[in-house]
């Protein structure tokens, strides 16, 4: 994406557009990912020495709640993702990689509940296990 579809994504959601905002995007919006507070606020001080670590936490914090971003926890850590579609997050034990995997069967049953008298607000599904290649790895130990 480009920086005049970050400003649009701003504009869209009521937020103000600053030099910041856009530096976050440009590591969080890229590509699909999912990412840590800390590890952004490294990537972006490199460039940036002045940005405080709570000022990147603030910025993730608002475009979680417009929706730009999704939230979910992991051992204990928050971790933030671009996919704001219901999925679940396939984590790896051994590598650390977390995959994307649809699982249209949550969106069909969260549909059935809105229908009927309950709301869904969010929905966070994390499988830990062994990834392709880690299994592979390890099994041909
Ligand atoms: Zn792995
Ligand atoms: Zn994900």
Known sequence: MTDQSYIQTLRDTGLKVTPQRLSVMRIVLEKPGH???EDVYRR???SEPTITLA???NIFKAMTDKGILKSFELDGATWFENNTEVHAN???ENCGKIEDIEIPE???LIQKLSNGNYTVRSASIV???L???CTA???AK
């Open 35 to 37: 990412f840590k507070v």
């Open 44 to 46: 972006i001080k490199v």
């Open 55 to 57: 000022t990147v936490y």
């Open 90 to 92: 396939l984590s790896c």
């Open 106 to 108: 949550i969106g069909q």
């Open 127 to 129: 499988l830990k296990g």
């Open 131 to 133: 990834c392709s290649e």
């Open 137 to 139: 790895e390890l099994s």
